[in-house]
């Protein structure tokens, strides 16, 4: 089994800063992908970023350009850097992990194993 432990989460300024980290403890062989998603109240979970063991990025259209996802295969940790935070990013954000990188998998939120989130809050 795989457990997700989200950290990093907190309150900032808009065009703040904020950086998530998500330590991995279990059976490490059956991660491929991770990622992060994201809730905000009232509203669909979103696929926020996602890397490969490869290091092969996607990220949704919110975040390009001010959101940088990474991982260290090492310890099987993956981060998102926020950068230029705003109001609209205010949301839970969970870390993922699969064995797999199907698109389909991670875009409908199919994906093996889940964090319990963290809170980031970005005030206006």
């Known amino acids: 089994q795989v457990q997700l432990v989200e950290s990093g989460g907190g309150l900032a300024q808009t065009g703040g800063s904020l950086r998530l980290s998500c330590a991995t403890s279990?059976?490490?062989?059956?991660?491929?992908?991770m990622g992060w998603y994201r809730q905000a109240p009232g509203k669909q979970r979103e696929l926020v970023a996602r890397?490969?063991?490869?290091?092969?990025?996607d990220y949704a259209d919110s975040v390009k350009g001010r959101f940088t996802i990474s991982r260290d295969n090492a310890k099987n940790t993956v981060f998102l850097q926020m950068n230029r935070l705003k109001p609209e990013d205010t949301a839970t954000y969970y870390c993922?992990?699969?064995?797999?990188?199907?698109?389909?998998?991670?875009?409908?939120?199919?994906?093996?194993?889940w964090g319990k989130g963290t809170l980031v809050t970005v005030s206006s």
């Open positions: 993922a992990s699969d064995h797999q990188t199907t698109w389909t998998i991670w875009s409908e939120g199919r994906v093996d194993h």
């Open positions: 279990g059976i490490f062989f059956s991660i491929n992908t």
């Open positions: 890397i490969t063991r490869g290091r092969i990025t």
